[in-house]
Nanobody
Framework: QVQLVESGGGLVQTGGSLRLSCAASGSIFSINAMGWYRQAPGKKRELVASITSGGSPNYADSAKGRFTISRDNAKNTVYLQMNSLKPEDTALYSC?????????????????WGQGTQVTVSS
């Protein structure tokens, strides 16, 4: 199987920075797109940023100019550098990966999710 483990969340003041990491492990053959999503209490989950296997990023309007997504394909890891954080960035941040895994000679593709890491920005 495949596991995604996030880290790097925490409590930070307005204007501060955090760097989130998400490492994928397991019987991975390849990973296509990876992304970060967030869900605040009472709100729907929303895309924050995503990145292709070739490194092309895509950002939600709320993240443009403040957040930077990157990935290390050798480590199957995606990062989210968040600067100039605002209270409205407070949410549970989860990573997603489109993984093709080798299941005994069969290649199966599916989306996988991590458990999430909490980001809280105080005013």
């Amino acid at each position: 199987q495949v596991q995604l483990v996030e880290s790097g969340g925490g409590l930070v003041q307005t204007g501060g920075s955090l760097r989130l990491s998400c490492a994928a492990s397991g019987s991975i053959f390849s990973i296509n797109a990876m992304g970060w999503y967030r869900q605040a209490p009472g709100k729907k989950r929303e895309l924050v940023a995503s990145i292709t296997s070739g490194g092309s990023p895509n950002y939600a309007d709320s993240a443009k100019g403040r957040f930077t997504i990157s990935r290390d394909n050798a480590k199957n890891t995606v990062y989210l550098q968040m600067n100039s954080l605002k209270p409205e960035d407070t949410a549970l941040y989860s990573c997603n990966a489109a993984v093709t895994r080798d299941s005994g000679g069969y290649f199966l593709s599916a989306d996988y999710w991590g458990q999430g890491t909490q980001v809280t920005v105080s005013s």
